[in-house]
């Protein structure tokens, strides 16, 4: 058998489960079919598997219900739907997986063939943090983090910056990059944010992690002069709204540094400012007369309204990466894209579509105006050592391509 990957099939149609577990076999990796979700969740627990396969119409519980709890575990392995279920449907799932921060929305439609299943089986495990960013350890995942690791990782320094490009679509050239805390545990290895933001927020010490993000951000961005140009965009968590001073901290902060607010966005996802429009309104109009930039992040995944949209002083609409994932395959998703860049020009802001996985999507965000792309077609997140020589290399490979043309 193939290295120690093991898929695990839920299926309720004996003859697919068979099939599957054939072809898996064949293909030189362990296999198991199992029909209901209780056997499921039990070999997930005690098998731990490398892949899963998982059929939407389920009697008891449905596809989504299945991928909510294995979000809820801190699931590692990477997941593929098998279905006969019309498209839309299937893209909807799948960007359902990718919402719930699983891994490698890969679809396996019915009947199953031999090569799209080896394809998938072939994936690696790590597949979205690999190379370039330590694979998180499957332990981390499964372990509590406290208020106490929290305050430890702050006072030790094992909170890191990574940063990723963000590039003009039409030129590729480089507009700026994206601030992106990585969490580097002595023992655990290392932590992504989705796994401790959440915690920060729930036990107060958000603003003590925004304040070691900026301080970094913002001392890097100071030394790196030969690129003034550049923009650093940090994320900013929808609780410090709340935080009476906070534009006010920020301004200084930037002082102290001596660098520019104009040269700084501030990303607020779209879900903590439809949580409180009011108080959202006065930081963020307070926060724009200082000079900062501001992105509404993770566009399309609340109920937020085009009215409170227009009423916010944003400069800057990021769709989420969810759709851009999903746009080589998804009609639906490259609709939503569109529209959303149309709406961010009608509203003078600018766009940036994140999640940009492939050179079809980035054709497409050029082909219908979109301003500006990031994604791991470009460059995935990378510690800040390696941005000056990515952005050399990068600045090479656009004068030999004009070059060619
Ligand atoms: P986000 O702000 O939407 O950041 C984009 C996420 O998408 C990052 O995940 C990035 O690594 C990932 N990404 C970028 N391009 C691609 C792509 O082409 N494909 C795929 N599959 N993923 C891509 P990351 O670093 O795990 O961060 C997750 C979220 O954690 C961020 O989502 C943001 O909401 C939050 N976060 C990260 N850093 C900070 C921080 O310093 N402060 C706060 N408050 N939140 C942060
Ligand atoms: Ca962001
Ligand atoms: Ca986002």
Same mark, same amino acid.
């Given at each position: 058998?193939?290295?120690?990957?093991?898929?695990?099939?839920?299926?309720?149609?004996?003859?697919?489960?068979?099939?599957?577990?054939?072809?898996?076999?064949?293909?030189?990796?362990?296999?198991?079919?199992?029909?209901?979700?209780?056997?499921?969740?039990?070999?997930?627990?005690?098998?731990?598997?490398?892949?899963?396969?998982?059929?939407?119409?389920?009697?008891?519980?449905?596809?989504?219900?299945?991928?909510?709890?294995?979000?809820?575990?801190?699931?590692?392995?990477?997941?593929?739907?098998?279905?006969?279920?019309?498209?839309?449907?299937?893209?909807?799932?799948?960007?359902?997986?990718?919402?719930?921060?699983?891994?490698?929305?890969? $679809?396996?439609?019915?009947?199953?063939? &031999? #090569?799209? *299943? +080896?394809? @998938?089986?072939? %994936?690696?495990?790590?597949?979205?943090?690999?190379?370039?960013?330590?694979?998180?350890?499957?332990?981390?995942?499964?372990?509590?983090?406290?208020?106490?690791?929290?305050?430890?990782?702050?006072?030790?320094?094992?909170?890191?910056?990574?940063?990723?490009?963000?590039?003009?679509?039409?030129?590729?050239?480089?507009?700026?990059?994206?601030?992106?805390?990585?969490?580097?545990?002595?023992?655990?290895?290392?932590?992504?944010?989705?796994?401790?933001i959440p915690?920060?927020e729930g036990?107060?010490?958000i603003?003590?992690?925004?304040?070691?993000? $900026?301080?970094?951000?913002?001392?890097? &961005? #100071?030394? *790196? +002069?030969? @690129?003034?140009? %550049?923009?650093?965009?940090?994320n900013i968590s929808g609780k410090s709204q709340g935080v009476?001073?906070f534009?006010?901290?920020?301004?200084?902060?930037?002082?102290?540094?001596?660098?520019?607010?104009?040269?700084?966005?501030?990303e607020f996802t779209e879900t903590a400012v439809a949580e409180n429009p009011s108080l959202a309104l006065d930081v963020l109009?307070?926060?724009?007369?200082?000079?900062?930039?501001?992105?509404l992040d993770d566009f399309?995944m609340s109920s937020s309204t085009?009215?409170m949209l227009?009423n916010l002083?944003f400069?800057?609409?990021?769709?989420?990466?969810?759709?851009?994932?999903?746009?080589?395959?998804?009609?639906?998703?490259?609709?939503?894209?569109?529209?959303?860049?149309?709406?961010?020009?009608?509203?003078?802001?600018?766009?940036?579509?994140?999640?940009?996985?492939?050179?079809?999507?980035?054709?497409?965000?050029?082909?219908?105006?979109?301003?500006?792309?990031?994604?791991?077609?470009?460059?995935?997140?990378?510690?800040?050592?390696?941005?000056?020589?990515?952005?050399?290399?990068?600045?090479?490979?656009?004068?030999?391509?004009?070059?060619?043309?």
């Amino acid at each position: 058998m193939t290295g120690s990957r093991f898929v695990l099939i839920l299926d309720d149609e004996p003859a697919i489960c068979r099939g599957l577990v054939l072809f898996a076999n064949h293909l030189g990796v362990d296999a198991m079919a199992v029909s209901t979700h209780e056997e499921f969740f039990q070999e997930v627990s005690q098998r731990n598997p490398t892949h899963i396969i998982l059929d939407l119409r389920m009697p008891k519980m449905d596809g989504i219900e299945v991928l909510g709890e294995l979000a809820n575990r801190g699931c590692q392995a990477a997941i593929a739907i098998s279905s006969g279920s019309d498209d839309r449907l299937v893209a909807g799932v799948q960007r359902s997986i990718i919402a719930h921060g699983l891994k490698c929305a890969q $679809l396996l439609p019915k009947p199953v063939s &031999l #090569a799209s *299943l +080896s394809a @998938f089986l072939n %994936l690696e495990v790590e597949d979205d943090r690999s190379t370039k960013e330590t694979a998180p350890t499957r332990k981390s995942a499964n372990l509590p983090i406290t208020e106490e690791d929290i305050r430890i990782a702050i006072s030790e320094n094992q909170f890191q910056i990574a940063l990723q490009p963000i590039v003009h679509c039409s030129t590729l050239a480089v507009k700026g990059f994206e601030t992106l805390i990585r969490w580097q545990h002595p023992i655990r290895g290392s932590i992504m944010p989705d796994q401790f933001i959440p915690h920060a927020e729930g036990c107060g010490l958000i603003d003590a992690v925004t304040d070691v993000v $900026l301080d970094q951000a913002l001392s890097w &961005l #100071a030394q *790196l +002069s030969q @690129f003034t140009e %550049l923009s650093l965009s940090v994320n900013i968590s929808g609780k410090s709204q709340g935080v009476p001073g906070f534009p006010d901290m920020v301004e200084q902060k930037c002082r102290s540094f001596g660098v520019s607010p104009e040269l700084l966005t501030l990303e607020f996802t779209e879900t903590a400012v439809a949580e409180n429009p009011s108080l959202a309104l006065d930081v963020l109009t307070r926060l724009r007369l200082k000079g900062f930039e501001l992105s509404l992040d993770d566009f399309g995944m609340s109920s937020s309204t085009l009215a409170m949209l227009a009423n916010l002083p944003f400069t800057e609409m990021k769709s989420d990466k969810s759709f851009s994932m999903t746009a080589a395959t998804s009609k639906e998703s490259r609709a939503f894209i569109k529209s959303t860049v149309d709406l961010g020009h009608e509203l003078a802001l600018r766009t940036v579509a994140e999640g940009v996985e492939d050179q079809a999507t980035l054709d497409y965000l050029k082909a219908i105006g979109c301003d500006f792309a990031q994604g791991y077609f470009i460059a995935r997140p990378m510690p800040k050592e390696q941005v000056s020589g990515w952005i050399t290399q990068h600045s090479l490979s656009l004068v030999s391509l004009t070059q060619v043309c």
